[in-house]
């Protein structure tokens, strides 16, 4: 009998799988199965020699690869841009402040006629939640779609650079793993995608850990332990990962200040003290000094937050080059590119 779970997960999945479970578009973490998230790393880790620094191949080349990001981004959209080149990829940066949506044409028409350019694959990052999934299923279905983020909805590859770095610098495997996420959990994409993944990977024991007014209600119903108090969320922790707060809360009924804020929850050499010795702790950028994390913590020795960066690159190499290859299984390959 197939339960209502089952046919929810199968929904998540398309439109991102192709016939053979291959990926054909990354919208999202969710509804992907742990095989398919270990492909994942297996392939980024493929991108490393053997003294662990990145190469270079030339499985994109001759596709076309176009950067649409309707918000503002600087991590995100460079190490994507060097993810591609490192592909091999024809890569084309939509410069969206001077695009014709800002002249009143729709987005169905932008993505229609950039398709018509014999773009491969789009690499999106817009504020509308689902704007991904739109795009694979309403309009370019034929075009590789990755999702660089949308609304408060998800950030899939940012999640997988976080599961690729704790799969490389943590000493025991996910099952064994007790993970404690820090912030702004209600607003975070990071946060929705990383909590997926560290479940469907096989942790057990994720821990959030943010004020009441910054907790999605109802949290609890997705098997994470809740915490309003950081010294106890993060003790005995292997993995410390803090969320970036906004600027617009700041000031607001959700956040009275920064060094309020930073008093309560703020990751400091103290609190890192409480996890297990060997805890890592990474943030996903860019970082509040100060207010989320103390200096000290995030140029510490155990911090991983430089090998995010640089897992990033790896990580969206691995996914852009297995959407092409789930596209080519769809029979959306362009031969003539």
């Known amino acids: 009998m197939i339960t209502i779970q089952a046919r929810l997960n199968a929904q998540l999945a398309q439109p991102q799988l192709a016939d053979d479970g291959g990926i054909r578009h990354f919208i999202g973490v969710e509804g992907l199965s742990r095989r398919q998230l270990e492909s994942i790393i297996d392939k980024a880790m493929g991108y490393f020699d053997e003294d662990g620094r990145l190469i270079n191949t030339?499985?994109?080349?001759?596709?076309?690869?176009?950067?649409?990001?309707f918000e503002n981004s600087t991590r995100t959209r460079t190490t994507f841009e060097a993810a591609q080149k490192r592909l091999g990829a024809n890569v084309l940066n939509l410069d969206i402040a001077r695009?014709?949506?800002?002249?009143?044409?729709?987005?169905?028409?932008?993505?229609?006629?950039?398709?018509?350019?014999?773009?491969?694959?789009?690499?999106v990052r817009h504020s509308a939640s689902g704007a991904a999934h739109y795009m694979a299923t309403e309009v370019t279905p034929n075009v590789a779609i990755i999702n660089a983020g949308?609304?408060?909805?998800?950030?899939?590859?940012?999640?997988?650079?976080?599961?690729?770095?704790i799969y490389r610098e943590a000493d025991k495997p996910f099952d064994e793993?007790?993970?404690?996420?820090?912030?702004?959990?209600?607003?975070?994409r990071v946060a929705r995608s990383d909590i997926s993944?560290?479940?469907?990977?096989?942790?057990?024991?994720?821990?959030?850990?943010?004020p009441k007014t910054l907790l999605p209600k109802g949290i609890e119903r997705y098997g994470v332990l809740v915490f309003d108090d950081i010294d106890k969320g993060v003790a005995d922790a292997d993995v410390i990962i803090g969320l970036r707060i906004q600027n617009e809360r700041i000031g607001s009924p959700l956040l009275p200040s920064t060094s309020e804020y930073f008093k309560?929850?703020?990751?400091?050499?103290?609190?890192?003290?409480?996890?297990?010795?060997?805890a890592l702790v990474m943030h996903p950028g860019p970082m509040n000094r100060g207010i989320e994390i103390a200096s000290s913590v995030a140029d510490g020795s155990q911090s991983v937050i430089l090998k995010q960066v640089n897992n990033g690159i790896a990580v969206r190499m691995a996914v852009m080059?297995?959407?092409?290859?789930?596209?080519r299984q769809a029979g959306y390959f362009k031969p003539y590119n």
């Open 58 to 69: 030339d499985e994109l080349s001759g596709k076309t690869v176009m950067n649409l990001f």
């Open 99 to 123: 695009s014709s949506t800002n002249k009143g044409e729709t987005l169905r028409d932008t993505l229609w006629n950039l398709e018509a350019m014999s773009a491969d694959m789009f690499v």
């Open 150 to 165: 949308d609304g408060w909805h998800a950030h899939p590859t940012q999640a997988m650079l976080d599961m690729l770095t």
């Open 177 to 188: 793993l007790s993970v404690a996420i820090v912030g702004d959990i209600k607003h975070s």
């Open 197 to 210: 993944a560290l479940q469907t990977l096989g942790v057990k024991d994720i821990r959030v850990i943010a």
């Open 264 to 278: 309560m929850y703020g990751i400091t050499e103290a609190r890192v003290a409480l996890a297990k010795p060997n």
């Open 321 to 327: 080059a297995m959407a092409m290859a789930g596209q």
